[in-house]
């Protein structure tokens, strides 16, 4: 009953580098999205994506790219680490239709930008 | 702009006490509302409201919708420290395929 899988859960990131957050899903989910969580704030979405080879951007995309290429995965890609983009990272999916379901979310991922 | 804001933005109360969080919203081809209780770590998700003035319970919590007035409530009755955590409220869009979050209200509950 894996749900909505991220890795790595912690990372330490130096100015400049660059990383790719894990997120696979396996309830066969067609929307899947990224947030980010700043401390004592709510979460801001990221990018998102409606299916396999459809991706869009929401609030806060700068400095971030997606892929997905399959229904189950959407990694998130940091490009150029800054320290603005220390945050924990939630991966979340649901199934929308003609009724919606919930938003199920990972375990997040926290990341350190120094 | 879509928005949804919530109020208070933090809660102390004692166990016991009965807490009555809000959650309003301006955004456009509404769908549904989510509440999600967030401790730690991951939000778990708590209610889905798509109808006004149909609640919904789950033992001490409930929840109920104005879609008139462009709000939500989460009551949460006999409160225990367990029940200390951020609650989220999200809302549904169909235009945009999004969720919209709130900030939170976090809620701490003494013994």
């Known amino acids: 009953n894996a749900g909505v899988t991220q890795t790595p859960k912690f990372r330490i990131l130096k100015i400049g580098q660059s990383m790719t957050l894990q997120c696979t899903q396996d309830?066969?989910?067609?929307?899947m999205y990224w947030y980010r969580q700043d401390p004592g704030m709510g979460l801001k979405l990221i990018y998102y994506?409606?299916?396999?080879?459809?991706?869009d951007k929401g609030e806060v995309p700068n400095g971030y790219n997606v892929s997905r290429s399959t229904t189950e995965d959407f990694p998130l890609r940091l490009e150029l680490a800054a320290p603005s983009q220390t945050s924990v990272y939630f991966c979340?999916?649901?199934?929308?239709?003609?009724?919606?379901?919930?938003?199920?979310f990972g375990e997040g991922s926290r990341l350190t930008v120094l | 702009e879509d928005k949804v804001v919530q109020s208070p933005l933090s809660l102390v109360v004692h166990e016991g006490d009965t807490v009555t969080l809000n959650c309003s919203y301006e955004?456009?081809?509404?769908?549904?509302l989510l509440w999600y209780k967030q401790e730690k770590k991951a939000p778990t998700f708590l209610f889905m409201l798509?109808?006004?003035?149909i609640e919904k319970k789950s033992g001490r919590l409930s929840s109920i919708l104005d879609k008139k007035e462009l709000f939500s409530i989460l009551n949460i009755t006999a409160t225990q420290t367990g029940d200390s955590a951020v609650y989220l409220c999200?809302?549904?869009?169909?235009?945009?395929?999004?969720?919209?979050f709130g900030t939170g209200t976090r809620l701490k509950v003494l013994a």
């Open positions: 309830m066969n989910h067609n929307y």
């Open positions: 798509t109808s006004s003035g």
């Open positions: 979340a999916s649901s199934y929308r239709g003609r009724r919606t379901g919930e938003l199920f």
């Open positions: 994506s409606v299916g396999a080879g459809i991706t």
């Open positions: 955004v456009t081809n509404f769908r549904s």
């Open positions: 999200a809302v549904d869009t169909s235009g945009t395929y999004k969720y919209i």
